[in-house]
């Protein structure tokens, strides 16, 4: 074909190819964006080697003091938002309550396809949180805390399996599936680090054995 008529064929079907997109013809389902991507196996190797080793303390300890989920937009709260982050063709209805769709739990492998099937884990608990510094915080940091969007601390997983894991570390409670442990143990000394909290000896050797392999 000669090169004038190729350049105007393309030409012509970027145009269409515009126009289509411009009519929202193209334009599939979005992704799911899932837990915030935690920083590299080297970084969060770096930001162990400075967190605080102290004994915890869970004196004083009340879910209550860490207020959750609160309205993000509109009508939806912390819990909605991340279903519908999280999950595969949610729909909601005019509560924001999600009403189908499914989720892939990264922690043990299952799909749901019912939200009441589904709890949003705080990967580093909120008695965990507690008892590593943020007694001494305010009630507005714990609330900025438990309903974290911008770092990787919230995701929706298998109802109980966040409940079998509870207020555990990295010393004691795993993902089963093994694929996720380094994703897992990057985003935890993550927000230790970001949020100043203190880990135990247990639980930062358990962290670095499991880094190593990051």
């Not at 589904?118 to 510094?133: F, Q, R």
Request: net charge neutral; glycine share 6%.
């Amino acid at each position: 074909m000669p090169k004038f008529y190729a350049r105007r064929r393309l030409s012509i079907l970027a145009g269409l190819t515009g126009l289509i997109a411009s009519a929202g013809l193209l334009n599939g389902p979005a992704a799911s964006a899932a837990l915030p991507t935690p920083v590299s196996g080297a970084t969060a190797r770096s930001y162990l080697a400075s967190l605080t080793v102290a004994t915890e303390d869970r004196t004083g300890y009340n879910r209550d003091l860490f207020p959750h989920w609160i309205t993000q937009s509109g009508a939806c709260n912390t819990r909605e938002v991340v279903l519908k982050r999280d999950g595969t063709n949610v729909q909601q209805d005019s509560s924001c309550a999600a009403t189908s769709g499914s989720w892939y739990s990264v922690y043990d492998g299952a799909t749901w396809s019912a939200a009441s099937d589904v709890d949003i884990d705080h990967l580093v608990p909120l008695a965990e949180a507690w008892d590593s510094g943020a007694d001494s915080w305010t009630t507005s940091r714990r609330q900025s805390f438990a309903n974290d969007l911008t770092r990787p601390q919230l995701i929706a997983v298998t109802d109980n399996v966040n409940q079998a894991k509870g207020d555990q570390d990295p010393a004691t409670w795993m993902p089963s599936r093994t694929a996720y442990r380094c994703t897992y143990v990057r985003a935890w000394v993550q927000v230790k680090y970001y949020y100043g909290l203190s880990v135990d000896s247990a639980e930062k050797s358990a962290l670095q054995n499991y880094l190593a392999n990051c």
